[in-house]
């Protein structure tokens, strides 16, 4: 069994990532990390847990070093909203961070999974169908560290060695822990507006639409990349992904078919929309379909029935308590 580092492992994918990867590999293999103190009850509860800041390289290199780790989900960022907010922590964060990571990393031959994302491209990347390989030029910090990332991935790769491997994620959607400063934090917020209180005020435009992906999916992607025949992989660092391309109107129809009375007003956040429109519409993933199998379970409305029913179970047994 490999043991298994997972940074920022108590943010929105982290939650659902290390449980996923402790039913896998058994719990004491997988050592969940955050900057954040576990509270008890938290999803990530359940197997060994540390402090780690990843702009600390000490820290890194402790963990790994004292748990003998093989392979480190890397997954401590500023998103892109709270990026645009704090730029430099940004960078810090996000890019000392992934160094650090990087180079205890090449010194005890650990394997790298590298979230990149949907805002590693820019206005000047074609917004449909866009493809695996084309124009990475973002205007947002956020994207400015994805795109960097990729880059230093794939030259730890080549000029180490090193086994990194990366997904350009769409917007997730949720229902165990609150998503963490996003732009396509919006879908996560109207579900659960639309169970509490049948009304949300959306962020974005009603027409902007973006790639969306339900969380299980997600998962699921992460832990078979990393799985995936290392000689299949063209391209490493990073693969496009998506399950579903939407917008705020669409998804508020989608919830309307179980909440018939939902009601939606939109208060457009301007620095929000930019990011948005910034970003592709729709991405292509042929190339992961084709390199490792790549293949979504989850479309719109198959993940709106499950959110729905995993919010209101939530709330009742929250109601209860
Ligand atoms: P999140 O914001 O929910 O969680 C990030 C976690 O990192 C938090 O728990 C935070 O406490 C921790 N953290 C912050 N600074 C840290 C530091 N210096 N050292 C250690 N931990 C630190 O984010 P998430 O949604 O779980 O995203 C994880 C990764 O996936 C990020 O790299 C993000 O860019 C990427 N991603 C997320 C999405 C999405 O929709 N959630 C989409 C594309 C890519
Ligand atoms: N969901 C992320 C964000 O909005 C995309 O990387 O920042």
Known sequence: MPTILVTGALGQIGSELVPALRARHGADSVIATDLKALAPGNATDGGPYGHLDCTEVQQVHEAVRRYDVDVIYHLAALLSASAEAAPQLAWSVNMSGLYNVLEVAREYRCKVFFPSSIGAFGPGT??????????????????????????????????????????????????????????????????????????????????????????????????????????????????????????????????????????????????????????????DDSAARQDWNWSPRFDLKAMTSDMIERLKDRLAAARSR
Request: hydrophobic content about 40%; proline content about 6%; glycine content about 6%.
């Open 126 to 283: 074609p917004r449909d169908a866009t493809p695996q390989v084309t124009i990475q030029r973002p205007n947002t910090i956020y994207g400015v560290t994805k795109v960097s990332g990729e880059l230093l991935c794939d030259y730890y790769a080549h000029r180490f060695g090193v086994d990194t491997r990366g997904l350009r994620l769409p917007g997730l959607v949720s229902y165990v822990a609150a998503p963490g400063g996003g732009t396509t934090d919006y879908a996560v917020e109207m579900f659960i507006h639309a169970v509490r209180y049948a009304r949300y005020s959306c962020f974005l435009a009603s027409d902007t639409r973006l790639d969306m992906m339900y969380m299980p999916d997600a998962v699921a992607a992460m832990m078979d990349l990393m799985e995936a025949d290392e000689a299949r992989l063209h391209h490493r660092n990073a693969y496009n992904i998506t399950a579903m391309s939407i917008t705020p109107a669409e998804l508020a129809d989608a919830i309307r078919q179980h909440i018939p009375g939902f009601i939606v007003d939109y208060d457009v956040d301007p620095v929000r929309q930019a990011i948005a429109d910034s970003w592709p519409r729709s991405l």
